[in-house]
C-alpha cells in the first residue's frame, strides 16, 4: 500500500514539473528564449568538436525543453545517442520522433537499427519495412526479409526476397563476414538469392534450397557463406 502511495506521489510531481515547465516555456520572453536558443546551439557545436558527449547531450535537452514543437532537436539527440553507441535510449528518442512524423527517414534508420541491436527485431521489422516503403531502399528490404526469416515468418520472407531478385541493381552491395578480421562484399542479388536456400533449407526443401544457393555462387563464386551453406543440401 505505501509503494502504491508512492509511486502516485512521484507520477504527480513528475507531471506538475511537466507543467510548471511547459508554463514557465510559454511564459519566456521571445527576445531572452531566442538568446538562449543561440547560446545552447553554439555550446551544443563546441561540445560535438571536443567530443563532450555528455555536454552536449545537456544542450540538447535545454533546446527540447524550450522549443517543444521543434522535432529537429530530437532527431539530433536521436543521433548523438546512436553515434554514442547508447542504442536502448536512440531507439527511444527515435521512437518518440516517428509518433510525430512517420516520414522521419533519420529516425525511422535510428529505431531500425538500435531496436535490432539491441535484440528487439520483432521491434524493428515495421521501421526497416517503412524505410523500404518510403525510399524504395534495398537494402532495408533486404534487412526485412532477414529478420522476417529470424522470426520465423517464411512466407513473408519468402515474398520480400522475391521482390528483392527482381528488383536489385547490380551494382548495389551488401558486406559479410569472411573471418575475424575480414568482410566480404557481395552483390545483394546474390545475398537475397541465399537467404532463399535459408528458408528453403528451413523448410526441409533441399532441392529448391540448392537451386538457390547455386544460383547465388553464379553471380558471386566466393560467396562463402553459401559455399557452406551448399553444403548443407548434400
Given at each position: 500500500?505505501?509503494?502504491?502511495l ?25 527576445k531572452?528564449k ?18 563532450d558527449i ?9 533546446l ?5 514543437d ?29 509518433e510525430?512524423?512517420d ?6 534508420e ?9 535484440g528487439?527485431?520483432?521491434?524493428s521489422?515495421?521501421y526497416f519495412?517503412s ?7 534495398n537494402f ?12 520465423k515468418?517464411y ?9 528483392l ?27 537475397a ?5 535459408m ?6 526443401s533441399?532441392?529448391e ?19 557452406e551453406?551448399?553444403?548443407k543440401?548434400?
Amino acid at each position: 500500500m505505501k509503494r502504491v502511495l508512492f509511486m502516485l506521489l512521484m507520477a504527480f510531481c513528475a507531471s506538475t514539473t511537466i507543467a510548471q515547465t511547459a508554463d514557465s516555456v510559454a511564459r519566456l520572453d521571445p527576445k531572452l528564449k531566442k538568446t538562449l536558443n543561440n547560446s545552447d546551439q553554439a555550446a551544443y557545436q563546441l561540445a560535438l568538436r571536443y567530443n563532450d558527449i555528455a555536454a552536449a547531450k545537456t544542450f540538447l535537452y535545454n533546446l527540447i525543453v524550450r522549443n517543444p514543437d521543434d522535432l529537429r532537436y530530437v532527431e539530433l539527440l536521436g543521433t548523438v545517442y546512436y553515434e554514442a553507441g547508447q542504442a536502448m535510449s536512440a531507439a527511444l528518442v527515435s521512437m518518440d520522433v516517428l509518433e510525430v512524423n512517420d516520414k522521419s527517414v533519420t529516425s525511422l534508420e535510428i529505431a531500425a537499427y538500435s531496436l535490432e541491436q539491441v535484440g528487439a527485431l520483432e521491434k524493428s521489422l515495421p521501421y526497416f519495412e517503412s524505410l523500404y516503403l518510403l525510399g524504395g531502399d534495398n537494402f532495408s528490404l533486404y534487412k526485412s526479409a532477414f529478420i522476417q526469416y529470424s522470426l520465423k515468418k517464411y512466407q513473408e520472407a519468402m515474398n520480400s526476397v522475391n521482390m528483392l531478385v527482381k528488383n536489385a541493381k547490380p551494382d548495389e552491395k551488401v558486406g559479410f563476414p569472411k573471418s575475424e578480421t575480414e568482410n566480404q562484399e557481395v552483390s545483394i542479388k546474390a545475398a537475397a538469392l541465399n537467404l532463399k536456400g535459408m528458408i528453403y533449407l528451413d523448410q526441409g526443401s533441399k532441392v529448391e534450397a540448392k537451386a538457390a544457393f547455386e544460383e547465388a555462387l553464379s553471380l558471386d563464386p566466393d560467396f562463402g557463406l553459401v559455399k557452406e551453406n551448399l553444403a548443407k543440401t548434400n
